[in-house]
């Protein structure tokens, strides 16, 4: 089956403390994203990638790093930096050829404690 | 900077009742428009979207949605719900060859049986 996983769905951490979110997909996407998702706050774009190795800041990348060493991957860490970091968080990708709809994982539920 | 909005916080229909789910953008070039849907528990999901042509367009589940320039706006209509189609909608939009999606702050629906 071709999508996007993520894990773990949850996740607890110690106030702090750094933690990387996996973003896996399988689709052959060239672009990926990283999302947050709070309560009457819709999804706000934390960043996004279009091809391996470059990735740019989305609304609210303070607080966050990605990578993009491998076309399927696009991990983020969650630094000791982001003041707020307890938030469901999703991954997305899509086709670069032209700005087609995006392919959503699970999500991870982050709670820093 | 570019913005979508999605007037409609909380809606709640009877059954067989009939939708409309308001969304405007503020971008003024050429844009392609979304409306996605998270049913509780799943993943995002792709309801339908525009690139051009008919701005009149259909989705899955009987939902369309009309593209009307002048306006700004891509709002979300179903004749008739059903208990079903209780889930969060969000509107969706991205400025072509930028990449970078722009989503509203969400609808939540509730169809009561």
């Known amino acids: 089956d071709g999508g996007i996983t993520q894990s773990p769905k949850y996740l607890f951490r110690k106030e702090g403390q750094n933690v990387t979110l996996s973003c896996e997909q399988n689709l052959n996407h060239d672009a990926m994203y990283w999302y947050r998702q709070d309560p009457g706050q819709g999804l706000r774009l934390i960043y996004y990638s279009q091809i391996v190795n470059d990735f740019q800041k989305g609304d609210i990348a303070e607080g966050y790093s990605v990578s993009r060493e491998k076309k399927e991957s696009f991990p983020l860490t969650v630094t000791s930096a982001q003041k707020n970091p307890t938030a469901f968080y999703l991954c997305?990708?899509?086709?670069?050829?032209?700005?087609?709809?995006?392919?959503f994982g699970p999500g991870t539920r982050l709670t820093v404690l | 900077a570019q913005s979508v909005s999605q007037h409609n916080h909380h809606v709640i229909l009877s059954e067989a009742a009939s939708l409309e789910l308001g969304c405007n953008y503020s971008?003024?070039?050429?844009?392609?428009l979304f409306w996605y849907v998270q049913y509780p528990g799943q993943h995002l999901q792709l309801l339908l979207k525009y690139f051009s042509g008919d701005p009149l367009v259909k989705g899955i589940k009987g939902f369309e949605a009309e593209f009307i320039k002048s306006k700004f706006s891509f709002n979300l209509r179903k004749p008739s719900v059903q208990w079903s189609d209780t889930a969060e909608y969000f509107c969706a939009v991205v400025t072509s060859g930028t990449y970078k999606y722009i989503f509203g702050t969400g609808t939540r629906l509730k169809v009561l049986a």
């Open positions: 971008y003024g070039g050429t844009v392609n």
């Open positions: 997305a990708s899509s086709a670069l050829d032209r700005d087609d709809e995006q392919f």
